[in-house]
């Protein structure tokens, strides 16, 4: 793990992949750096598992390139050598320790001896698994099987990290407990790739993301900045009415408000938001809607991601 190499640790160049007649990926373009956290986003089949395949060398783009370290991860064992990936299916073995499984991984990355019990040591420290060594991974909680699992993956050192959807399954504060291993992990300067459908926490942790639709690249950048761009000082009403009774939907439709996430709320962005609220609310009631609750927040990563995952919203 070693932060003084600045320039990309990943750059995949305009990558192509076919099945048959299907163009899987069509032209993507990404770089992930020392000591950033790259957060992909996108929705189920738009390509970010064929992607990640071509990253860690288990399939040969049809057209374009990926460089680990400068190598091709496909045919250069030293560029696989560079990376580590923490899959979403746990990689461990449930009737052994965590000091137990970490040595069997260890081994099967070709670290002997001493260095064996010099990198269990290292991961556990990093992922704060280490005052449950001696206990049996099937009797750890989820969150800190997760733990387990990314300690498995940088036991040998590597450039780059691939992680995907780590915190499936999770509660909320063995998330925190993993995001915390991965802030960790940033600072010592491993380059880290994070495939999530979790955007609280590609928000969070995220230097940069990067969303994939129908197998090409739509957006990317800070997630800040990209909210900041797509919704200005715009701010989402969403008003809880529950069963909006006869003409109820004519209504809110007329006032610019969809359908939200959740049965019963609509949603709308405007500008000046904790004004219009309550003008829209007093306008719907007078209207015969009853209003059951009114919410105002800023837009977050899940609005983006909502817009840009429909291509209608993101025309």
């Given amino acids: 793990m070693n932060p003084g ?15 048959g007649p299907r163009q899987v990926l069509k032209g993507v373009s990404l770089e992930v750096r020392p000591g950033e956290i790259y957060a992909l986003l996108g929705p189920n089949g738009a390509g970010k598992t064929t992607l990640v395949r071509a990253i860690c060398g288990r399939l040969k783009p049809t057209a374009g390139e990926v460089r680990l370290v400068g190598r091709d991860p496909y045919s250069d064992g030293e560029a696989r050598a ?10 461990l073995y449930p009737q052994l320790t965590v000091q137990e499984n970490l040595e069997a991984f260890a081994s099967l990355s070709g670290l002997k001896g001493r260095q064996v019990g010099e990198a269990v040591r290292r991961a556990m420290a990093v992922t704060r ?13 989820g969150g800190f099987q997760r733990r387990v699992n990314i300690a498995a993956a940088i036991l040998a050192g590597p450039k780059l990290l691939v992680l995907d959807e780590p915190t499936v399954g999770v509660d909320l504060p063995a998330r925190e407990a993993v995001s915390e291993v991965l802030r960790a992990l940033r600072a010592s300067g491993v380059a880290i790739l994070l495939v999530t459908h979790d955007l609280e926490q590609a928000a969070a942790l995220g230097d940069r993301v990067g969303f994939l639709r ?32 006869e003409g109820g939907a004519e209504h809110l439709a007329a006032e610019g408000l969809e359908p ?29 809607v009853e209003v059951l609750e009114v919410r105002v927040r800023r837009p977050s990563l899940q609005h983006l991601f909502a817009r840009v995952a429909e291509p209608r919203r993101a025309a």
């Fill in 82 to 91: 560079a990376l580590g990936l923490a899959p979403q299916a746990l990689a």
């Fill in 5 to 19: 190499r600045t320039g990309p640790i990943l750059t995949a160049r305009d990558v192509r992949h076919a099945f």
């Fill in 129 to 141: 698994t280490d005052e449950r060594a001696k206990s049996l991974v099937r009797v750890l909680s």
């Fill in 260 to 288: 939200g996430p959740v049965a019963g709320t609509w949603i709308c962005l405007v500008a000046d938001g904790y004004v219009q609220a309550g003008r829209l609310a007093e306008r719907l009631q007078g209207a015969g």
């Fill in 214 to 245: 129908d197998g090409e690249k739509v957006l990317e950048g800070d997630p800040a900045e990209l909210i900041a761009q797509a919704f200005g000082e715009r701010m989402e009403i969403e008003i809880d009415v529950g069963e909006p009774g």
